[in-house]
């Protein structure tokens, strides 16, 4: 008798367990607060990534399109992936006696990938994090970039 | 009650008037043939629309909104996509079959549909064995996936294909007994006349507890049988990429696609005519006035009213469940369905002897 | 390639029925091709081929100095990066002597436990799904989405935040990151036990996983299966309880034993977990200790020739990193044990005599990820 | 088990194997000739009872390879790491372990496959990634015709 009982109990037992479960979808039908589609290339304007998001590395410039990279190459050292390359001359400066000036900066975002080595090892903090994300192209010499703006230079340290 | 066969009446008298019998009967059928394709694509294509929103708000998504306000031309886009598709020609295909077996599930889904009352006098053909005549054409569409499944050699098709076939054989019995309680119940086999029968109340209220437990037996054995909700075993992805369909593409794949919701539609239309009454109102005993309120809406409306809620509840097992292994799905048809309906059986013919049904 | 070896390669010389699934298949995640051969519907044996995706990290490291080796274990267990990375920088450290500031230790231990939780949830995503309950795959991401937003509000990136270093961390959390984790955590709780009602009390799903790939506790250990799928059989593996590193000595935690052994046993272990790991970040969040986020280290690091080997617990099993140093700037010789490697190699045992179905529900219940296998 | 009784355990049982206990965990080095011999007494013995096999794998010193392994017992939780010395560089071959630990065939699969090492007594000595034929990619020696990797 009691292998009828337990027959009908487990029936109960399955019903009551897949009625728990649609009570959960159901729930959630119902309760459209709870969406959390964003609808991406609408609210674009909006979007406002994290203040620290990785996106690509920036060399920033100030008003007077002044930049602090002295040309040293330590981030091209550091890189894992090899994806800095930096191009120097040798020009004299205000003093007659010759330094080294950056050239250009070049950065290849397509080997990058994104582990912030030289941002941290830059001694003078002339690299950034941009927030940047769109880096769709359609060819991929586009992805390499020169970081330092043209024309612009380093920014004398005034000292004292 | 508008009686639509007034309307059809009046075409048909307007033919014969116009033309020799032969030629009447010949626009006749192409209207209706013209009418239920119409029918059929409409339908289909705000199914699938349906079923997408639905698992979307389950899941906490929007579901389709960009093409047309909310979404709605959605679907008319993918037929559109479909039909543009390249149809692939498999290699060491058989090719005759492999582009028969679309066919085959497209015409008997098409052929379910024409015995469906979806209100007074409204119907394609009112057979005098209705129920026999849509089980048994529904019982053709495992024939067009196993079809599919052999001819198109691929090794995922024939294991989607003999499971499916496994599958639906095994809960046409379930489903087929259920509709057996009913038409028990009803005493005769002719759909409107089993609608008509439910006029002072549905056969789930006058029935008890033997139509209660059919229709569980029968939403549940009809989920199984159209390959949806946790029986999906045909299509399993996660096991089988897609099955019986795997290999087909473009248009093909969207006969097969659109079939399987004609399928649900079918099938959640005839468990509304049979246990929730059909077109008619819902009414309740003797409150007069809250059965006249209720007689204001119209049948077409009350009809569509059941059986798109029957769609919602097979839409909610699919988007909540796991899906069952082969054998499990075997052992829940044949050792707790099938003994249950047969019991089942024996209790509401028993109550309908003795007459303590409603 | 002669005939003869591409024809080793896809097909072994045997007249069963053979299905490949993988290596692009909804239910591998990730690049493994699982070579099954049939009887009708259950499974005769599994072959897996390994190496789409390998690329050589070993090889890599042997080139690459200890800072720069800290972005290459990011991808290998890409679900628990952070461990990976830690598992790195806890040797370097061990073996320059250098103390950790306790600031370091309790944040290294937070994240921890956070990678371990979103690890667990799309695990379990993943898993409802391969079983067919699609719902499952949205609550468990929409879930797993707020962790990867802290992530990103205080490293910059969700998955892969190479935040550790040798010595410490890059640089310190977010000003709120504290504020963030504490609503997180008061969020889930109120969200797991709809995980419980939706999947594991459902009856389809115990059918599906109970009895399902059962592995006793000597098989577990004689494959070396670790992590959450052994301890589903009784074997008591966990690296935070045997060899505590970070905080771990800190907190008070029980490790999570099942002794059934099959699939459902191997999920009941995850989901305890998942509660054990918000109680250990509800332990540290609250006095994480002031104090600079790295300790001073020379910008070359050399370690002294020798030895190293340093166990961590990953969200998948005991991860060791073993490094031999000849004293100049890069490693020597670079091996890791990936706790992947060991745990995939025991499907074929569990997996011959069930159905197709059990195939999948057996590699869903070892939560496998495949870049972690061919490294 | 405490460090110094494993350790006076070990020098009874394995004379002609040395042992080193400054290192962080105790090292055993025992002639490649009694490989298998060596790895039956530490899985079966008792005391040490050493069942969880963690890592096999090799590294390459140029003249020679060492095969090391770490080895944990589940009862007495002490980690033991025992390495062997293969002189011969064109081809080494040692006796396989696959009999005690299944786990230990897979990596030994991977072994043969990164540094060319054979196992004999094997039961499926294939490569594990590559094909036949490829070069041993992490022997140091080893020069890739793509020349991605330029080793210092």
């Known amino acids: 008798m009691n292998s009828i009982l337990n027959y009908f109990k487990d029936i109960h037992h399955a019903v009551s367990t897949l009625w728990g479960g649609m009570r959960i979808t159901g729930k959630y039908f119902v309760s459209p607060g709870e969406i959390v589609t964003h609808q991406y290339p609408e609210n674009r304007d909006t979007l406002r990534m994290a203040d620290r998001y990785k996106g690509e590395i920036i060399m920033p410039h100030d008003a007077d399109n002044h930049h602090h990279c002295t040309g040293c190459g330590i981030c091209e050292m550091n890189c894992p992936n090899g994806s800095i390359k930096v191009l120097t001359d040798r020009l004299p400066n205000a003093e007659g006696k010759m330094e080294r000036v950056l050239n250009q900066h070049i950065y290849h975002l397509e080997m990058c990938t994104l582990c912030g080595l030289c941002v941290k090892t830059c001694p003078s903090g002339a690299l950034a994090f941009g927030q940047q994300f769109e880096h769709a192209v359609f060819n991929r010499s586009k992805l390499t970039k020169t970081l330092n703006q043209p024309g612009s230079s380093l920014k004398k340290e005034t000292k004292g | 009650m508008y009686d639509f066969s007034q309307l059809t009446g009046a075409i048909d008298a307007a033919l014969h008037r116009s033309m020799t019998p032969g030629w009447a009967l010949f626009t006749e059928l192409v209207i209706i043939g013209l009418v239920v394709l119409i029918l059929y694509a409409l339908v289909g294509l705000f199914l699938v629309y349906l079923e997408r929103k639905v698992c979307a708000f389950m899941q906490n998504r929007v579901g389709p909104n960009r093409v047309g306000p909310y979404g709605i031309i959605q679907t008319i886009a993918d037929l559109i996509k479909l039909l543009m598709k390249e149809l692939i020609p498999i290699a060491r295909a058989d090719k005759f079959l492999f582009n028969l077996a679309p066919f085959v599930v497209i015409i008997v889904s098409f052929m379910a549909l024409a015995a469906i009352p979806f209100a007074l006098g409204l119907q394609a053909i009112d057979l005098n064995i209705g129920v026999l005549y849509v089980t048994a054409v529904s019982s053709l569409g495992v024939v067009g996936i196993l079809l599919a499944g052999w001819s198109s050699n691929s090794k995922y098709a024939l294991i989607g294909a003999m499971r499916s076939g496994a599958q639906i054989v095994s809960y046409e019995l379930s489903v087929g007994l259920s509709l057996l309680t009913v038409i028990v119940l009803a005493g005769s086999m002719q759909l409107s006349e089993i609608v008509a029968s439910q006029a002072d109340g549905w056969w789930i209220f006058k029935g008890h507890i033997p139509a209660f437990f059919a229709f569980i037996i029968f939403v549940v054995a009809s989920t199984a049988e159209i390959n949806r909700g946790p029986f999906d075993l045909a299509e399993a992805e996660s096991e089988l990429t897609a099955g019986f369909h795997t290999e087909y593409s473009g248009i093909k794949f969207a006969f097969f696609f659109l079939a399987e919701y004609m399928n649900m539609f079918i099938v959640s239309a005839l468990g509304a005519t049979l246990f929730l009454g059909g077109w008619m109102p819902f009414h309740i005993g003797h409150w007069e006035a809250f059965n006249h309120i209720m007689d204001f809406i119209p049948p077409l409306v009350w009809f569509l009213l059941k059986t798109f809620f029957l769609i919602y509840v097979i839409m909610w097992f699919k988007w909540t469940f796991p899906r069952l292994r082969i054998d499990q799905l075997l052992t829940l048809e044949w050792k707790y369905l099938m003994p249950l309906s047969l019991v089942n059986i024996v209790v509401v013919a028993f109550i309908t002897l003795m007459g303590w049904h409603f | ?375 | ?152």
Request: charge should be negative.
């Open chain 3, 1 to 375: 390639m002669s005939e003869a070896v591409i024809r080793d390669i896809i097909v072994s010389e045997s007249d069963d029925y053979i299905i490949n699934m993988g290596p692009q298949h909804p239910s591998t995640h990730g690049v493994l091709r699982l070579e099954v051969s049939l009887m009708g519907e259950t499974v005769k044996s599994v072959t897996p081929h390994i190496g789409y995706i390998h690329r050589g990290i070993e090889k890599m490291c042997e080139s690459d100095s200890y800072q720069q080796i800290i972005h290459l274990t990011d991808r290998m267990d890409y679900l628990s990066a952070h461990m990976n990375n830690e598992a790195v920088c806890l040797c370097v450290e061990q073996a320059l002597q250098v103390e950790v500031p306790e600031r370091v230790k309790y944040i290294r231990t937070i994240l921890d436990e956070l990678t371990r939780l979103s690890s667990h949830q799309l695990w379990w995503s993943a898993f409802g799904m391969d079983l067919g309950a699609l719902t499952t795959f949205f609550y468990g991401l929409r879930d797993r989405e707020l962790i990867l937003d802290i992530f990103e509000e205080s490293f910059g990136s969700r998955l892969l935040h190479s935040f550790n270093t040798p010595g410490g961390l890059m640089h310190d959390v977010h000003p709120n990151f504290q504020k963030s984790v504490r609503e997180y955590l008061k969020y889930f709780r109120k969200k797991l036990p709809e995980y419980k009602q939706l999947l594991t009390d459902n009856v389809i799903f115990r059918q599906r996983t109970e009895g399902v790939g059962v592995m006793n506790r000597e098989m577990a250990i004689s494959y070396g299966v670790t992590g959450p799928s052994g301890r589903g059989s009784g074997y008591s593996c966990d690296v935070r309880k045997i060899a505590p590193y970070s905080a771990y000595p800190l907190v008070q935690f029980e490790e999570k034993l099942q002794t059934a052994g099959d699939s459902y046993a191997r999920y009941l272990v995850r989901m305890d977990e998942m509660w054990e790991s918000m109680h250990i970040i509800d332990q540290l969040i609250d006095n994480i200790p002031a104090g600079d986020f790295t300790a001073k280290m020379k910008p070359v690091l050399k370690l002294p020739p020798g030895e190293y080997f340093q166990r961590v617990e990953t969200a998948r099993g005991e991860l060791d990193v073993y490094i031999v140093s000849d004293g100049n700037k890069t490693p020597y010789r670079m091996k890791f044990r990936s706790p992947n490697f060991s745990n995939l190699f025991v499907l074929n045992e569990l997996s011959a005599g069930g159905k197709i179905a059990d195939l999948v529900a057996i590699s869903g219940s070892l939560d496998l990820v495949i870049p972690d296998i061919d490294r």
């Open chain 4, 1 to 152: 088990m405490l460090r110094e009784a494993l350790i006076s355990l070990l020098k009874t049982l394995f004379p002609d194997g040395q042992v080193r206990e400054e290192t962080q965990y105790p090292e055993l080095l025992v002639p490649n000739t009694r490989w298998l011999e060596v790895a039956t007494t530490l899985r079966n013995h008792e005391d040490l009872h050493l069942d969880f096999l963690i890592s096999l794998t090799a590294v390459d010193y140029k003249d020679k390879f060492t095969l090391v392994i770490h080895m944990e017992s589940t009862s007495f939780r002490h980690l033991l790491v025992v390495k062997t010395d293969l002189n011969d560089h064109e081809n080494p071959v040692v006796d396989s372990l696959s009999t005690l630990w299944p786990t230990a065939g897979f990596h030994e699969r991977e072994v043969y496959d990164l540094f060319g090492i054979r196992f004999s007594g094997h039961t499926d000595m294939r490569r594990l990634f590559m094909e036949e034929g490829y070069g041993f990619p992490l022997r140091k020696d080893f020069s890739d015709e793509s020349r991605v990797l330029t080793l210092s």
